[in-house]
């Protein structure tokens, strides 16, 4: 008998694709299935969205889910599936094939189904042994160093997130000559500069080779001056940046690894350099985020979309990106003191300290405490009090009286002290609030910053509370969907699918009008901060 209460719970959203750990991912062709919460229903997404494979007309009564693989106990009967490689998944039982675009091929025989890509379909795979395949698929989940959780939730979401984590990971392809990782293998797909950062923070505990990978995967798409595009595929890549976070990530996974940081060292070097010449429109010192004409989408570089932040703004001296950049700055020290290169180390502590006397100097709101963008254009601090404030914590900036009037306005509720802390716009800003995205929700990477900034200034208990209440949620949203989000509901007056995404919440419309689900960086982040909690309880 299967163990059927182990982890999983049934739901809508949830991806299912091949996986780089298992042999080579396919860009083109790649099948990418999507579950209907309804139903014992995979919706087909990739190549080519359209048709599903029904199961059943109810959920499944009971239920092992991976990214690869599955067994669905249904009012039909049991039914398992496996993906054989990229482009081929087979299932044994009650299964039917409906309305399946041209994209895709299907061969059968009595109590089997085979899917398969077009492009490359072969059907003599309808023979192969099923329980090998599904044991090869389910090895990754047996043999992984999990650590004890407190519950038994926790332990189910844990497997869910590494199972998630697997499915994210890509061959590599065209221009990404490593493995990579997206955020969801649909309807994203591409890979994005500081989501790679927050996926290698939980993968480092999986695979650190598959962790440092990633983020050498990123450096792939560097241009001679020293640009990394916020996004790319191995076809493919944008022409604005991200967040410089890959220095944190790569002290984060390099372990003793000295030739990893050497190899990546005069890259990310470069990369801060062009920010340094390329994002300080006036010459202050101060770096500011590319802002576009987009309506729902005026920062696509800062990361924080259509936060209210920049509502009509020009140009603006960011807490969140001079934080971002004093913060790697203080890692390319370490690291360069590391390789034994201590005047470049003294270059980068001195880059850090201006960074950091500057945004004291112009985006300290003493009457807020907090930090808060300066209008280059207006000469003044703009006064939307957002989540990015707390950043500045993560580099050093505050002295400890500024940093403990930080802590006060995180817990108090008229600030930051929501049900769900910390919503991305401050609780008394009801003229900038809204249940979309940046505009009030709450995010994980952005906690997860915030309490590494906390423990910096010693706010031990304050960054434990606020990394509890964060695994908390996730883990409460895990039981009743079976998946992660891409953000969740500061105020606890909605669930996660009821929430806009630019502007509506009308998936019927359009996957970028519905909060995603089995977002990478929720799942990541979730076995970081879970492993790094059972070590912190040695």
Same mark, same amino acid.
């Given at each position: 008998m299967n163990d059927f209460s182990a982890w999983s719970v049934w739901g809508g959203g949830q991806l299912f694709a091949f996986s780089a750990f298992d042999g080579e991912t396919d860009w083109r062709n790649g099948l990418v299935l999507r579950s209907v919460a309804a139903a014992s229903v995979l919706e087909v997404k990739l190549?080519?969205?359209?048709?599903?494979?029904?199961?059943?007309?109810?959920?499944? %009564?009971?239920c092992l889910l991976a990214g690869d693989h599955f067994i669905l106990e249904t009012a039909s009967g049991e039914v398992r599936g496996?993906?054989?490689?990229?482009?081929?998944?087979?299932?044994?039982?009650?299964?039917?094939? *409906?309305?399946?675009?041209?994209?895709?091929?299907? =061969?059968?025989?009595?109590?089997?189904?085979?899917?398969?890509?077009?492009?490359?379909?072969?059907?003599?795979?309808?023979?192969?042994?099923?329980?090998?395949?599904?044991?090869?698929?389910?090895?990754?989940?047996?043999h992984l160093p999990?650590?004890?959780?407190?519950?038994?939730? #926790?332990?189910r979401a844990l497997l869910k997130a590494c199972s998630q984590l697997k499915i994210q990971l890509n061959s590599p392809a065209g221009l990404l000559r490593h493995r990579w990782t997206t955020p969801d293998r649909w309807p994203h797909r591409w890979m994005w500069l500081w989501d790679s950062v927050f996926h290698a923070a939980g993968l480092r505990h999986l695979d650190p080779v598959a962790a440092r990978e990633s983020l050498e995967a990123v450096f792939d798409v560097q241009q001679e001056d020293g640009f990394i595009p916020h996004?790319?595929?191995?076809?493919?890549?944008?022409?604005?940046?991200? @967040?410089?976070?890959?220095?944190?990530?790569?002290?984060?996974?390099? $372990?003793?690894?000295? #030739?990893?940081? #050497? $190899?990546?060292? @005069?890259? /990310?070097? #470069?990369?801060?350099? &062009?920010?340094?010449?390329?994002?300080?429109?006036?010459?202050?010192?101060?770096?500011? &985020?590319a802002i576009e004409a987009e309506e729902q989408c005026r920062s696509g570089e800062s990361g924080m979309d259509n936060s209210p932040r920049f509502?009509?703004? *020009?140009?603006?001296?960011?807490?969140?990106? /001079? =934080?971002?950049?004093?913060?790697?700055?203080?890692?390319?020290?370490?690291? =360069?003191?590391?390789?034994?290169?201590?005047?470049?180390?003294?270059?980068?502590? $001195?880059?850090?300290?201006?960074? /950091?006397?500057?945004? /004291?100097?112009?985006?300290?709101?003493?009457?807020?405490?907090?930090? *808060?963008?300066?209008?280059?254009?207006?000469?003044? %601090?703009?006064?939307?009090?957002?989540?990015?404030?707390?950043?500045?914590?993560?580099?050093?900036a505050p002295s400890p009286r500024m940093a403990a009037r930080m802590v006060s306005a995180l817990g108090d509720p008229e600030l930051f002290g929501s049900a769900f802390p910390v919503p991305s716009i401050a609780r008394n800003q009801e003229r900038f609030y809204a249940k979309d995205m940046w505009r009030g929700p709450v995010w994980v990477n952005i906690n997860y910053l915030i309490a590494r900034g906390l423990r910096r200034y010693g706010f031990d208990s304050e960054a434990d509370l606020l990394l509890s209440a964060t695994c908390g949620e996730l883990e409460r949203e895990f039981l009743r969907y079976g998946t992660f989000f891409e953000f969740y509901d500061d105020r606890r007056e909605c669930t996660p699918p009821e929430?806009?995404?630019?502007?509506?919440?009308?998936?019927?419309?359009?996957?970028?009008?519905?909060?995603?689900?089995?977002?990478?960086?929720?799942?990541?982040?979730?076995?970081?901060?879970?492993?790094?909690a059972a070590k912190r309880h040695v």
């Open positions: 190549p080519e969205e359209g048709g599903a494979l029904l199961f059943d007309l109810a959920p499944p %009564r009971r496996a993906f054989i490689d990229a482009r081929h998944l087979l299932v044994e039982g009650n299964c039917r094939a *409906v309305g399946l675009s041209g994209a895709v091929r299907v =061969a059968t025989r009595p109590g089997r189904l085979l899917l398969g890509a077009r492009e490359s379909f072969d059907e003599t795979l309808l023979k192969v042994d099923f329980g090998a395949v599904l044991a090869s698929r389910a090895a990754f989940l047996a999990l650590v004890q959780t407190e519950s038994e939730t #926790a332990r996004f790319a595929s191995p076809e493919s890549r944008s022409e604005i940046t991200q @967040p410089p976070l890959l220095g944190f990530g790569m002290e984060l996974v390099a $372990g003793e690894d000295d #030739a990893f940081l #050497a $190899g990546l060292y @005069p890259k /990310n070097a #470069a990369f801060l350099e &062009w920010i340094f010449a390329n994002r300080d429109s006036d010459g202050a010192g101060l770096v500011e &985020w509502d009509g703004a *020009v140009q603006l001296d960011a807490p969140d990106f /001079n =934080a971002y950049l004093a913060h790697d700055c203080d890692v390319m020290a370490r690291i =360069a003191e590391r390789l034994k290169r201590p005047g470049e180390a003294a270059l980068w502590r $001195g880059r850090r300290d201006r960074l /950091n006397r500057l945004m /004291n100097e112009f985006l300290w709101d003493d009457e807020a405490g907090l930090y *808060v963008d300066f209008d280059v254009v207006a000469k003044r %601090r703009t006064g939307v009090l957002s989540s990015a404030g707390f950043l500045p914590l993560l580099s050093g929430l806009l995404r630019k502007g509506c919440c009308a998936p019927e419309r359009s996957p970028y009008h519905q909060v995603f689900m089995d977002y990478g960086w929720s799942a990541s982040l979730y076995v970081d901060m879970v492993f790094s």
